[in-house]
């Protein structure tokens, strides 16, 4: 058999790949849904105003 | 939309496989909607006529970017046939599912009280026919263009499996493309990932004919091409209705 | 909004040690692979995200079809998870893949039936997204969604059935490719990585996409509440 090649920074460029897409994605998710809740408080404060204000 | 609108809606019922007696046929109903797209398209030969020019521009632009001398004409005429139908197919079912649209006609065949897969059918049928119309004319020119003999009843029986394969899906995502906000764009983003199974098989199957292959290598992809045109046809068969309701 | 439940917080504890022990069995624990070296260890990362990839393919389409028949927006929810958890999956899948392809076949890519069955996967994925994000109406969204996840989930398997037959005219690259990768022998430890990647990966996929429903409930009650609040 030859010898086994040397392919260590392929490897360690692989897992950093995963882990850096899933670190992206879950931080993409916490994001998204800190800004929905901030939208949603917004939302639900016009809403208390709005019926004062129209009827 | 209108009350009127959603009163008739409500009077079809929804399992329309016993409406047989008081609504025309199925058979009836889907021939009147061809009729009525190929008399609407021979009036003016809107989208026959751009499917075709645009068709001949792909091909004289394969013909310098692939230098289409003799050798290379051999193995990749398939593949061009396929690529301008493929491209010509989806400007075909954009034009023709849009001017539905467009025009109200969508509203309007939704009213009627027909059966909503006599719709479909009769889109598909209506669409497969102009795609056909533009391939019996691209086939000669490309004959005489680079002097490959394409008349062959086993190759045009191919070309016409894989084009009913094509438009079934085609029209049925035609449909759903128009209702979105990208519209034109989508279509050939939404089809392509789901024709390239036919498109392949299609080539696959052109290119062992236009090679002269042992028929057992054509006759895989031509098992596939048949298993894909009754699998779609029967998919969006079941499912148009939810892409037209509203 | 609702607190996290608390089997959801167990879950992310869980999804991450679980990580950290597949990542130390790829590592450490399964003995090096003697043709291809180290880069062979991204092998069992590869597996598991291509299964739960796979897996949110064949989840997207079922629950398209629940969704169309039942007309509930969970199953929408659902689906729209599976799919985006699965994107993310299998864009990995396809990278670690075509890392792994440098070293041990000498090209960053070859048309293998796999491979390109992954890309247009992938692609299928991608246009789904563009066609939800062109429409307005949420039930309208949700309808297109789920009869565009079903006809994929219908031509993925044709697809491949169909690259394969390709195989028969290149068989130089894609089977000397094939049996590169037929020939790779497991031992005992490796088989141990390689089961465990694949349940880690489902964990850690279940975990995301109860996340991603979690943030589908939230964008619905944002649109039901602007909806509200411009009326």
Redesign the interface.
């Known amino acids: 058999m030859e010898i086994t090649p040397d392919t260590s920074n392929y490897m360690i460029a692989g897992f950093a790949v995963t882990f850096i897409t899933m670190g992206i994605y879950i931080v993409s998710l916490y994001l998204r849904s800190r800004n929905l809740k901030q939208d949603i408080e917004t939302l639900e404060s016009m809403q208390n105003e709005k019926p004062k204000s129209t009827k | 939309m209108d009350k009127n609108k959603i009163q008739k809606d409500e009077l079809i019922p929804r399992a329309k496989r016993s409406s047989l007696s008081s609504r025309p046929s199925l058979l009836k109903a889907t021939f009147a909607i061809v009729q009525k797209d190929l008399a609407a398209e021979f009036r003016s030969f809107e989208l026959v006529s751009a499917m075709l020019v645009f068709s001949l521009l792909v091909i004289i632009i394969f013909n310098f970017a692939l230098e289409l001398d003799i050798k290379v004409r051999q193995s990749v005429t398939a593949g061009v046939l396929w690529t301008t139908f493929a491209f010509a197919g989806t400007l075909g079912l954009n034009r023709s599912m849009s001017t539905e649209k467009d025009r109200g006609c969508m509203d309007g065949l939704l009213l009627a009280p027909v059966d909503r897969s006599a719709i479909y059918f009769g889109k598909a049928i209506s669409n497969l026919a102009f795609m056909l119309i533009v391939e019996t004319i691209v086939l000669p020119v490309y004959s005489v263009l680079y002097n490959v003999n394409l008349f062959r009843l086993d190759l045009i029986g191919i070309i016409l499996l894989g084009s009913i394969g094509y438009v079934a899906?085609g029209t049925?995502?035609s449909a759903?493309?128009v209702?979105?906000?990208?519209?034109e764009v989508?279509l050939p983003?939404?089809l392509?990932?789901?024709?390239?199974?036919v498109l392949?098989?299609a080539v696959?199957a052109s290119n062992g004919l236009l090679t002269g292959a042992d028929f057992a290598?054509v006759l895989?992809?031509l098992n596939?091409l048949i298993?894909?045109d009754v699998?779609?046809i029967a998919?969006a068969f079941m499912?148009f209705d939810?892409?037209v309701?509203e | 909004m609702q607190t996290k439940p608390i089997a959801l917080k167990i879950l992310d504890v869980v999804s991450i040690i679980l990580l950290a022990i597949s990542t130390y069995l790829a590592l450490f624990f399964a003995p090096m692979e003697l043709v291809m070296g180290q880069v062979q260890r991204v092998f069992y990362f590869h597996i598991g995200t291509a299964w739960v990839g796979l897996l949110g393919f064949v989840i997207a389409a079922l629950t398209g079809i629940v969704y169309l028949i039942t007309k509930d927006m969970k199953w929408d929810r659902f689906g729209v998870a599976a799919v985006e958890v699965s994107t993310v999956f299998f864009f990995l899948t396809i990278v670690l893949g075509s890392i792994w392809a440098r070293p041990a076949w000498n090209t960053w890519w070859t048309w293998d039936p796999r491979l390109t069955t992954a890309a247009v996967t992938e692609l299928i994925y991608v246009a789904y997204f563009m066609l939800r994000q062109g429409i307005d109406d949420p039930e309208k969204r949700a309808r297109f969604g789920a009869v565009y996840t079903l006809l994929g989930g219908v031509s993925a398997p044709i697809t491949f059935m169909v690259i394969r037959l390709f195989r028969t005219i290149h068989p130089v690259i894609v089977g000397a490719a094939n049996a590169n990768q037929e020939k790779m022998s497991m031992t005992g430890d490796m088989k141990i990585a390689f089961f465990f990647a694949l349940f880690a990966f489902t964990i850690i996929f279940i975990d995301l996409i109860w996340h991603r429903v979690r943030l589908g409930g939230l964008e619905d009650k944002v649109e039901q509440l602007k909806l509200k609040v411009s009326m």
């Open positions: 899906v049925l995502l759903m493309s209702q979105t906000r990208t519209r989508l983003i939404l392509f990932p789901v024709a390239i199974p392949l098989a696959k290598e895989i992809p596939i298993v894909y699998v779609f998919v499912v939810f892409v309701e």
